[in-house]
């Protein structure tokens, strides 16, 4: 990738130095300006921040065995729902609704 003619900036950062010489080798080698493979290198690790990694997992939930809905509960009736928990809060004994038993 090469950029287009444009404005430039002239800019001081620290390389080190063997970052620096295996920069100019390969700049060299490529018959290119230091400051153009700088930029291009740049330009390559900048696109890759913006893009999700090939390698990475996606995120899977695993669902728990919770066995089935109890006999007479329809999970689309709000109303049968609401029965089955008032029974659960119920004192065996009184039939009062024990506040403990919520959890």
């Known amino acids: 990738m090469h950029l ?6 002239r800019i001081t950062i620290d390389i ?3 970052v620096l010489a295996r920069a100019k080798e390969t700049a060299a080698a490529q018959r290119r300006k230091l ?5 291009d290198a740049l330009l390559e ?6 893009q999700p990694s090939a390698q ?3 995120f899977r939930i695993q669902p728990l065995p919770l066995g089935s809905v109890r006999p007479g509960i329809d999970l689309g009736d ?3 729902l609401q029965d089955a928990l008032d029974e659960d809060t119920r004192d065996p004994h009184t ?3 024990d ?3 919520l959890r």
């Open 56 to 58: 990475a997992e996606p």
């Open 78 to 80: 709000n109303s049968s």
């Open 45 to 50: 690790v900048l696109d890759r921040v913006g």
């Open 35 to 39: 400051s153009d493979l700088v930029n």
């Open 4 to 9: 287009v003619d444009g404005l430039t900036m």
């Open 16 to 18: 080190h130095d063997e």
């Open 95 to 97: 039939g009062e609704h």
């Open 99 to 101: 506040l403990s038993k």
